[in-house]
C-alpha cells in the first residue's frame, strides 16, 4: 500500500475541488459559463409523413372474427337449432330418448382393475338384417354422445345430422347404424357419475382411466347382446376414429370395413398438446 503525505495547502485545494460547483458560486457570474442555455437550433425540415404499418394477417384475423360475430348473432335470433353452424347445439340426451345395455359381467381393463358391471347407452337408425349383417357401428369423438342424429324420441338434430339418413353417407335404407356413448362418457354409459356398486356413493375421481381398447371392448359386448355377429363397418372420426382402427385390429373377424376419419393409432405428446389449445380456444371464445 502507498501513502502519500499532503501538504496543508494542497490539502485545501483539494477540498476545494471536492466542493460541488454550485455551493461555490451559487449565483456568481460563472453559472452561465459553467452551465449554459442550449442554442437555439436552426429551423429543420419536418420529415415526409410515412403511411402506418401494415399487418395483413392481422387486419384478415379481424375481418374473420366479424363474420364469426355475425354468425352468432344471426344464429341466436334464429329458431332453427342447425343454423348455428356446423354442428347443431346438442345438449344432455334425455334418458327416454336412448336405450341402455347393463352388461352384468367384470369388463377387464387396460390400466386398472375390471369393472364388475357397467351401462352403455346407445341409439339405433335403420332396420337390422335377418342374416344381421348390414350393421354399422359409429364410434364419438371425445365429447359426443349417442345421439348422432334425430330420432323420432328425439327430434333433435344430432352430430351427424347430415350424414345418417335415407340416401346419405350412412344409408339407413341399407344399414342398421348403431351409435354409442362411450365408457366412461357422461350421457348414459358408466362414468365418474355413476354409482359404484361396491360403495353405493357415485366414483367421482375413483373412476380409472379408460382406454380406446376398453370402450371397444365395451362396445363389442354390445354387440353380443344385440345378436350382431360381424359388423358391416366400423366408422368414426377424432376419437371415434382412433375407436374404429382398434375395433379392426382387436376383432379383425368381426369387422368387415374400417372407416377412420382424422384418426390415428396412436397420439403423441405434441397431438395432445395441440388438441388442448384447441378446446381451450373454442372455451374460451
Known amino acids: 500500500m502507498l501513502h502519500y503525505k499532503l501538504s496543508p495547502s494542497n490539502f485545501r485545494a483539494l477540498?476545494?475541488?471536492?466542493?460541488?460547483?454550485?455551493?461555490?458560486?451559487?449565483?456568481?457570474?460563472?453559472?452561465?459559463?459553467?452551465y449554459p442555455k442550449p442554442a437555439l437550433q436552426p429551423n429543420v425540415p419536418t420529415p415526409p409523413s410515412r403511411p402506418p404499418p401494415s399487418f395483413p394477417c392481422v387486419a384478415q384475423h379481424a375481418a374473420r372474427e366479424k363474420i364469426i360475430q355475425s354468425l352468432?348473432?344471426?344464429?341466436?335470433?334464429?329458431?332453427?337449432?342447425s343454423s348455428s353452424g356446423p354442428e347443431p347445439p346438442y345438449g344432455r340426451p334425455s334418458p327416454s330418448s336412448y336405450q341402455t345395455y347393463h352388461h352384468t359381467q367384470p369388463l377387464p381393463l387396460t390400466y386398472a382393475a375390471p369393472l364388475p358391471e357397467f351401462d352403455?347407452?346407445?341409439?339405433?337408425?335403420?332396420?337390422?338384417?335377418?342374416?344381421?349383417d348390414n350393421a354399422i357401428l359409429l364410434h364419438t369423438g371425445l365429447s359426443g354422445s349417442s345421439h348422432a342424429a334425430s330420432t323420432r324420441e328425439n327430434p333433435a338434430p344430432g352430430w351427424?345430422?347430415?350424414?345418417?339418413?335415407?340416401?346419405?353417407?350412412?344409408?339407413t335404407q341399407q344399414f342398421f347404424v348403431i351409435c354409442t356413448n362411450v365408457l366412461g362418457g357422461c350421457y348414459g354409459s358408466t362414468g365418474p357419475s355413476s354409482v359404484d356398486p361396491a360403495t353405493g356413493q357415485p366414483y367421482a375421481t375413483s373412476f380409472p382411466v379408460i382406454s380406446i381398447?376398453?370402450?371397444?371392448r365395451a362396445q363389442f359386448a354390445l354387440l353380443d347382446h344385440l345378436g350382431i355377429e360381424k359388423l358391416y363397418a366400423s366408422v368414426g372420426s377424432s376419437m371415434g376414429a382412433m375407436q374404429s382402427l382398434a375395433a379392426g385390429w382387436m376383432f379383425p373377424e368381426r369387422v368387415g370395413k374400417v372407416v377412420s376419419i382424422s384418426g390415428t393409432a396412436r397420439s403423441s405428446p405434441s397431438s395432445v398438446a395441440v388438441r388442448y389449445a384447441q378446446r381451450s380456444g373454442m372455451f374460451f371464445a
Open 120 to 132: 352403455i347407452a346407445y341409439e339405433t337408425w335403420g332396420t337390422l338384417s335377418p342374416s344381421r
Open 72 to 81: 352468432r348473432v344471426s344464429s341466436s335470433s334464429s329458431s332453427d337449432p
Open 15 to 34: 477540498r476545494t475541488l471536492a466542493t460541488p460547483i454550485a455551493r461555490r458560486h451559487p449565483f456568481s457570474s460563472t453559472s452561465s459559463v459553467l
Open 213 to 216: 381398447f376398453d370402450m371397444v
Open 160 to 171: 351427424w345430422e347430415k350424414f345418417i339418413g335415407p340416401g346419405r353417407a350412412l344409408d
